[in-house]
């Protein structure tokens, strides 16, 4: 017996105004007003130096002359275009972000349209009511598509990194849209929906190499089997798909092989890195993945779980077996990954987010009840204090939280915003009446159970990002290092050498327009060295760079950070 039971009016679509308005409050905070900050200045130097530089640096991948190979170049190409197109406007920064608003459309919409195919499947549809009444497919895969959504948006992972301009963003929208495909491959198995498999697959290897698209393809292979496609024709599909994957891959591959760009071909280290990426599962992959994990995919994972304890029972469920073999062969990739990345994550989420939609209806209204209540409390407790920090900040009092607000900021004046207060405010008085909504209304709808969650975590990251956000800039941006860097260096310098990160490189080369020395390389008379105020081999470091003798010009740091360390050097003649 199918473990769902629903009526008719369990199943109303959420009003598209409303899922539009989430879609944008969740997205625009955060891409709006923050400067690159050490997690995505790295990602963003690479995008500004595409834009800025010739055809080389778009094939050959650097940071103002630092080779970055790590990932492919996709994510990089994207931002660098938004950058040509828009960056008069809007100012590089902001510009390279629009790539971040398509790639967080892509994939909410794949992900709604894939719920929306299985939703309205026969054996996804809840159980026939004796006299009626139960919703139709369409309505049913509707209100599941919407469930999926809210249940995606309301992941705290997403929301961490579905704002940096990273290439793990594109990659787990990337999956999203390997998911609707791959549903739409399994119900017509032709040529065409092999082909935009594969279109999909090259798309994820230009993003992050190509471990994660053969993984996935095998997983679709499996799948093809499990659900009764005739061998042959899958192997000459997958075969396509593979075709497709390369000949996208071969975009970048072959004219990066052909040009040597700056005298060198970026495909053989970026093949390396890819290669150092898979190894025997170690206790530390494993470690992480638990230990982010249980974070990171919340709420998604608890309901997720449900889903496949609750439909156990049934027999080619696609919209469990799916997912889950697609869940299965990326966490499989993550945990034989020797060095794990916590964004690598985000590729497992939309499978999560999948199957946790089909979890919801097979669960009962009182955990459901429970689930909302702990949203409301949990979620307004948080926003409260938030508020009351900021106004703790402002007037210092209370005192006690005026004093932890500002001691990670020293010397950090805050000020008023109007703007940022009239946001935080609305939406504030949006998540009142919200509340008010649910605890009123009595009939049960079922994207009920996550709208709460999801709204709540949408509050607290506006409350953040505008009520902290000039504190946060000031903590965690390099724009007055970079400029106090440059306002002591003299204006014919010719070229800098330095150690520094690639988030400071290009934070500097941003922000100061510092001239640091390029992929050519040779000697520079100037050298800027990163170190900690509790370096011990100080000597290594000048034998080293060779600033024995020189003059330093500056030396400082960031005020919210006691131990980094910058100092420029003039060397000696």
């Not at 103002?64 to 994207?78: C, M, Q, R, S, V």
């Not at 007055?480 to 330095?498: E, S, Y």
Request: hydrophobic letters at 50%; proline letters at 6%.
């Amino acid at each position: 017996m199918k473990p769902v039971r629903l009526p008719a009016a369990a199943t109303l679509a959420l009003p598209r105004w409303a899922l539009f308005a989430l879609g944008l409050l969740y997205i625009l905070p955060g891409l709006i007003g923050r400067d690159p900050w050490k997690d995505d200045a790295g990602s963003f130097g690479i995008m500004w130096t595409m834009a800025r530089g010739g055809p080389s640096d778009w094939l050959y991948p650097n940071i103002a002359g630092l080779p970055a190979l790590e990932d492919g170049p996709l994510a990089f190409w994207l931002g660098a275009v938004c950058i040509k197109l828009f960056g008069w406007l809007l100012g590089d920064v902001l510009a390279a972000r629009v790539s971040n608003l398509g790639i967080f459309v892509m994939g909410g919409m794949s992900l709604w349209y894939t719920a929306f195919h299985l939703g309205r499947r026969p054996e996804a549809q809840p159980l026939r009511l004796a006299f009626g009444g139960q919703p139709e497919p369409d309505a049913y895969g509707r209100t599941l598509a919407d469930t999926t959504v809210l249940v995606y948006l309301g992941s705290l992972g997403l929301l961490l990194y579905s704002h940096e301009t990273l290439a793990v963003t594109l990659q787990g929208s990337l999956v999203a849209y390997f998911l609707y495909r791959a549903v739409r491959y399994i119900e017509t198995a032709s040529v065409r929906n092999a082909a935009l498999v594969g279109l999909s697959l090259g798309a994820l290897a230009l993003t992050r190499g190509p471990l994660s698209p053969l993984a996935l393809l095998l997983a679709l292979l499996l799948c093809t089997q499990l659900f009764h496609i005739p061998a042959g024709n899958a192997l000459r599909h997958m075969a396509l798909a593979a075709a497709a994957a390369v000949a996208v891959t071969l975009v970048w591959i072959l004219p990066a092989s052909l040009v040597q760009p700056y005298g060198q071909s970026p495909i053989a280290q970026w093949f390396g890195s890819n290669v150092h990426q898979f190894a025997l599962p170690g206790w530390a992959s494993i470690k992480a993945f638990f230990r982010v994990g249980v974070w990171f995919f919340w709420p998604a994972w608890p309901f997720a779980g449900w889903a496949i304890w609750a439909w156990r029972r049934q027999q080619n469920m696609l919209h469990i077996v799916l997912p889950l073999t697609f869940l299965g062969a990326l966490t499989a990739l993550f945990l034989c990954d020797p060095t794990p990345e916590n964004g690598d994550l985000l590729k497992l989420l939309p499978p999560l987010a999948l199957m946790a939609a089909f979890g919801l209806p097979t669960m009962k209204r009182g955990a459901i009840n429970a689930i909302d209540w702990f949203s409301v409390m949990a979620l307004t407790t948080l926003a409260a204090l938030v508020w009351l920090f900021w106004i703790a900040k402002l007037t210092g009092w209370p005192a006690k939280l005026s004093h932890n607000a500002l001691k990670l900021v020293p010397g950090f004046t805050p000020e008023f915003g109007i703007v940022a207060f009239t946001v935080a405010a609305a939406v504030s008085i949006g998540w009142i009446w919200l509340v008010r909504w649910r605890v009123s209304r009595t009939r049960t709808v079922l994207w009920r159970a996550v709208v709460l969650s999801s709204s709540g975590l949408i509050l607290l990251w506006v409350l953040l990002m505008t009520l902290f956000l000039p504190d946060l800039n000031y903590s965690k941006s390099y724009a007055g290092v970079a400029q106090a860097i440059a306002a002591k260096l003299p204006h014919d310098a010719g070229c800098i050498d330095t150690n520094v990160a690639p988030a400071q490189r290009a934070s500097f080369a941003y922000f100061g327009r510092l001239p640091f020395a390029g992929m050519e390389g040779g000697q520079c008379d100037y050298v800027l060295l990163q170190d900690s105020v509790k370096t011990r081999g100080e000597r290594d470091l000048t034998r080293t760079w060779g600033t024995r003798g020189g003059t330093l010009l500056w030396e400082g740091r960031r005020a919210s950070d006691r131990d980094e360390r910058f100092r420029l050097y003039r060397r000696a003649p």
